[in-house]
């Protein structure tokens, strides 16, 4: 037997060296679980000069903002609702994303006889809440529209144009939700993997951000941010990783971009599926399996971006729980020649909890992409712009301004993840992705988490926290299997 071969079965909890890749969720959770379960020798390397990865909180305002997750979506069957349900994190957001106001790029308000059978007809037709679409071979935007127009039939007549204005921005809505740049490259069949959690579907954290549960995860209990927890002396940020060498039956080899080396017996690979997707050609030595590239370039990961605006003072009248913007066709094609072009992409503004001074806006796909390569004040005067251009009454300029820059960060490029027509075609999915890489002993080497790797729960915080634990769970059992066969 190998000297190497010896080495490695003399391996247990406490000497076994785990390195992951990422602070996001996924790697937290996966760190925290490993720690609970006895390992000691586990380090986690962080691109970021922060933890959290697609989770971001920043004081902003009156209190803080969400760059990115920023709800706990459902309660039955949720990681995150079940861990914080009895601590008083969690309150049922406004209903501003079911009650906004629908605005003509004329300034024309539809009326809610109007705007309401629209919006249930809409909302109705979200295969979520449909029973016909496992053996659906098209898209979800073929199949949204054909449920749109076969209700908005059954009802007295709409103005066909308006109808059109709002179906073309309740798929930019959708996408949103999706992360897609529009719905007809979303699965339609695939759509219903994914599993909605029961209960309130937009649980905001109060005023303190989702960065709670992170800290909820890592036990913290100092009230500085910088607090790890149990994760102190077990994190290093600013390490972005240029090459995992998974070669042999032996250790692990980890450089990072300043050429430090790191080795371990595991690695927990938890970048976003957009770093893999750019990189992975590149970052693992020898290439990885055909399956697993057949995952990567098969799930896809879009882009969606917020901007906030914070007011001296409420910036909508009280009776104005949000807006979206319905783009006459004149209008619309005006604007696609001129260097404005991306403000199609921006669907709606809405109030943000526990912040009355703040509008919250969302921009989707190639927009987005575009949208973050303009500097800050060419968006804010676009938005500015935007706002004139519907509202029936006058905004005042911001006092301050943010946006969101998810693809344009090299340590994330995009927002999260879905399933594309193009990934039923490659017949993949996130259990090739997940499909740990292993020895010929059974040993995992080099394993994968993160929301893209989970079958049902892709695009959510508790989807990521389930992998994490899934992949610790993983080499647990390794080791309690290996301790019983000593």
Known sequence: MSAASLRLLSKTKQTARIIIVGAGSAGIAAATRLLEQGFRNVLLL????????????????????????????GEQGNVVYQRVKDQNMLEATEPHYDNFKCVR?????????????????????????????????????????????????????????????????????????????????????????????????????????????????MKAQDAQPEDLGVLKGHVLLNKRIAEINWEGADELKIRCWNGEIHTADHVICTVSLGVLKE?????????????????????????????????????????????????????????????????????????????PRILQGWI??????????????????????????????????????????????PNFRGSYTFRSTYTDELRTGAWDLEAPLMD???????????????????????GAVETGWREAERLNVYYKARTAQL
């Open 46 to 73: 962080e691109a970021e000069d922060r933890i959290g990865g697609r989770i971001h909180t920043i004081p902003f305002a009156d209190n803080v903002v969400d760059l990115g997750a920023q709800w706990c979506h």
């Open 105 to 217: 790029s004329n300034g024309e308000v539809l009326p809610e006889a109007i705007a309401e059978p629209l919006k249930t007809i809409a909302f109705n037709s979200i295969p979520e809440r449909q029973t016909d679409l496992g053996s659906y071979d098209g898209s979800l935007g073929d199949y949204l529209d054909m449920k749109y127009w076969k209700e908005l039939a059954k009802l007295p007549p709409i103005d066909r144009t308006i109808a059109e204005e709002f179906l073309e921005v309740f798929h930019k809505f959708e996408a949103s939700v999706e992360a897609a740049d529009h719905l007809y490259e979303v699965s339609g069949r695939g759509h219903l993997e994914y599993w909605l959690c029961e209960g309130e579907l937009l649980l905001n954290w109060r005023q303190k951000g989702y960065k709670q549960f992170l800290r909820v995860l």
């Open 279 to 355: 990189q992975h050609r590149n970052l693992f030595v020898p290439n990885l399996p055909a399956a697993k590239v057949r995952a990567i370039d098969g799930l896809k990961l879009g882009t969606v971006d917020k901007f906030f605006l914070e007011f001296t003072a409420p910036p909508l009248p009280e009776d104005w729980p949000g807006f979206n913007c319905l783009w006459l066709k004149k209008d619309l094609d005006e604007l696609r020649g001129s260097e404005l072009f991306w403000l199609e992409s921006v669907f709606g503004f809405y109030p943000v909890s526990h912040q």
């Open 364 to 409: 989707i796909g190639a927009h987005a992409r575009h949208m973050e390569t303009l500097t800050e004040e060419t968006v804010l005067q676009g938005l500015l712009w935007l706002f004139r251009k519907f509202l029936p009454f006058d905004v005042a300029p911001p006092q301050r301004f943010l946006r969101t820059q998810w693809h344009a960060n």
């Open 440 to 462: 010929v002993g059974g040993r995992p080497r080099l394993q994968f988490a993160g929301e893209s790797s989970h079958k049902h729960y892709y695009s959510t915080v508790h």
